[in-house]
């Protein structure tokens, strides 16, 4: 049997330690569980909002989210419309950033020029921006989308595949801009590798490619994991999303399909969905890293 | 002399141009340095594409934007673009309550989160691992769930329509992306060595003081990378400024939102007096809705930089 030690705290330790939390805490307790079991019960509810601010809430059963999953056409299209993206941006986000990390700390001169403006669009961006420039076409260079033949394309290839190079194409310049902050985290990950591991294998006859694989991927590992949680999270936050505008648009309404209730049961199934995701891409991104150290 | 045949066929010279071309071990040769610069290069004019293309389109007259001849380049400079925009952004009035909004929300937050981190990495008690699995939780929850009943407690409270439903929010450690902030203070303040902090217990320093003596100088890099980031999304954020700071205070970024609409209110619509938003006017808003973060960025730049540097996110 294995015994266990009782871990014993220090007094003076404990009590300065939850000294230090105490602001958190209480902002926890009040401004983000209190709310979170509130918008729980919202969602299984129907709530009004008299003429003089007072909040009736009346239990309706699961009546919010199976308006929203079977009748709300508009809901599931933007559920979609999210989990594409998603699923999209995360990988090719990555990718990028990982080869501009490179590029970067090749140690050149001048590169710090380059970091310094592959962060700028981090400190720009935000929704009417980004909106302003995906209406106006320089979301992408013009005649990229041109060079490829869409059409033509949807006839030997699953209309999906067709669908997501044409939002990748339309949007090209968005997707750079959103990777300032995963390229200063990879950079940090790749200047942690010890370089004469890399002197070792090359005496050992190793090319560049096997290098990469071998020895920079699996260092990286936990620094990838970081950004591809942290993309998730910020393409779900972003206020362009269509889930966050149907919630927004929808919660001041009155009747059956808006108000308090129905977009709180519109958020909980986002954020059921956002999880699935963020758990998917965790696992896929993870198992990769036992597959090239064995 | 020799001949080029001869010099081609000297084993010493082949392998002295292939050293320079492709490099070797200690040295990088021409060739991949060449190629590092150009795909840097190009990456760099599709990044500042959008910007360069905003910044020659909103100087264009309206006869350049409707003309087909002109595509990138304006004929003249025509700066009532500009002039108008910031009419009708209410520019400096807008600019104003987005400074004030963004930089005192942040300096609450930046303290806030920094207690807390301290808190977590320097002490040693019970529940302190649910209390990161927490503040975690607290990144990975969407806005929109804890939106609508914080509205309505913050409508109770009379915080609403104020700067106070930002505030208080953020000098609680819940304001906007706070477990990020956390997560870079408690990397910083685990750096700290142990017996830095006992020397100072022996000199007789409290908790407290030890904090504010040893904490606070090492986490510097932290405090500023904090400070500017939580402006920059304080600054950014439109869908709760729009619902918890009502009318009364106007961000940039919300007079961009309604840009259209405050034109025609402003300027009329084509009907009443032959004039539209063109394009070009929405871009000068554009640019002057960005213009004050830019700024800032020049002078921050390399604080932002290092600070994530420093921060070493890497998943310990």
Redesign the interface.
């Known amino acids: 049997m294995i015994k266990r030690e009782k871990k014993h705290?220090?007094k003076?330790?404990?009590l300065?330690?939850?000294?230090?939390?105490s602001?958190?805490?209480?902002?926890?307790l009040?401004?983000?569980l209190?709310?979170?079991i509130?918008?729980l019960i919202?969602s299984f509810s129907t709530v009004s909002v008299e003429a003089n601010?007072d909040?009736i809430v009346t239990a309706n059963g699961w009546r919010n989210y199976a308006y929203a999953l079977i009748q709300d056409s508009e809901f599931t299209a933007a559920l979609q419309g999210y989990a594409t993206e998603i699923i999209l941006y995360v990988p090719v986000i990555t990718v990028i950033s990982l080869i501009?990390a490179m590029?970067?700390n090749?140690?050149?001169k001048g590169?710090?020029f380059?970091?310094?403006?592959?962060?700028?669009?981090?400190?720009?961006?935000?929704?009417?921006?980004i909106e302003?420039?995906i209406s106006?076409g320089?979301?992408s260079?013009p005649g990229i989308a041109d060079l490829i033949n869409f059409t033509e394309l949807s006839q030997s290839v699953p209309q999906f595949l067709v669908d997501a190079l044409k939002f990748l194409t339309d949007e090209?310049?968005m997707i750079?801009?959103f990777c300032g902050?995963q390229i200063?985290?990879f950079?940090?990950?790749l200047?942690?590798i010890d370089k004469s591991v890399y002197?070792a294998a090359?005496i050992d006859g190793a090319s560049s490619w096997e290098c990469f694989w071998k020895i920079t991927l699996p260092a990286i590992n936990?620094?990838l994991?970081?950004n591809v949680v942290f993309t998730v999270?910020m393409q779900?936050?972003f206020?362009l999303n269509p889930?966050?505008t149907k919630?927004?648009n929808d919660?001041n309404g009155t009747g059956e399909g808006s108000g308090?209730g129905y977009?709180?049961a519109?958020?909980?199934i986002?954020?059921v969905v956002?999880?699935v995701l963020?758990v998917g891409f965790v696992l896929l991104f993870k198992s990769k890293r036992k597959g090239s150290v064995k | 002399m020799k001949s080029i045949k001869t010099i081609w066929k000297d084993e010493d010279f082949k392998t002295r141009a292939k050293t320079v071309l492709l490099g070797n071990n200690e040295k990088r040769g021409l060739v991949p340095q060449i190629i590092c610069y150009s795909l840097l290069i190009l990456f760099g004019f599709v990044y500042l594409y959008p910007i360069l293309y905003m910044l020659a389109y909103s100087l264009m007259s309206p006869s350049d934007v409707v003309s087909p001849t002109v595509n990138y380049w304006p004929t003249e400079f025509y700066w009532q673009n500009f002039v108008e925009a910031a009419q009708t952004m209410d520019f400096w009035s807008s600019l104003l309550s987005t400074i004030l909004v963004s930089v005192l929300p942040s300096v609450f937050q930046t303290v806030s989160t920094c207690l807390v981190a301290y808190g977590l990495a320097r002490f040693d008690f019970p529940g302190k691992k649910i209390i990161l699995g927490l503040i975690i939780f607290t990144f990975i929850v969407p806005t929109q769930i804890t939106m609508i009943p914080q509205l309505v407690l913050y409508k109770d409270l009379g915080l609403l329509n104020s700067i106070l439903a930002y505030l208080v929010p953020a000098s609680l450690g819940q304001g906007i992306k706070s477990a990020v902030f956390i997560l870079i203070f408690y990397q910083f303040f685990r750096a700290i060595p142990k017996s830095i902090e006992e020397a100072a217990k022996i000199d007789g320093a409290n908790s407290l003081q030890i904090f504010w003596k040893v904490g606070i100088p090492s986490a510097i890099p932290a405090i500023l990378l904090s400070f500017l980031f939580s402006v920059v999304w304080y600054y950014n954020e439109t869908v709760l400024s729009a619902i918890y700071l009502g009318g009364e205070l106007t961000t940039l970024p919300l007079q961009l939102q309604k840009f259209q609409a405050s034109y025609e209110s402003m300027f009329g619509t084509i009907a009443t007096s032959g004039k539209s938003v063109n394009e070009a006017i929405y871009m000068a808003g554009t640019l002057l809705n960005i213009l004050p973060l830019i700024i800032m960025y020049i002078f921050t730049q390399r604080f932002f930089v290092d600070g994530i540097d420093k921060a070493g996110i890497t998943g310990e």
């Open positions: 705290f220090n003076s330790d404990t300065s330690g939850l000294l230090f939390c602001l958190w805490l209480i902002g926890f009040a401004l983000t209190y709310p979170l509130e918008s919202y601010g909040i501009l590029l970067l090749s140690k050149l590169t710090s380059f970091r310094t403006l592959f962060f700028l669009p981090v400190i720009i961006t935000s929704g009417p921006v302003l420039f106006q320089v979301a260079f090209f310049i750079l801009w902050v200063l985290v950079m940090t990950g200047q942690k002197e090359k936990p620094t994991v970081i999270i779900s936050i206020s889930i966050i919630i927004t919660m308090y977009a709180s519109m958020a909980w986002y954020f956002l999880i963020l």
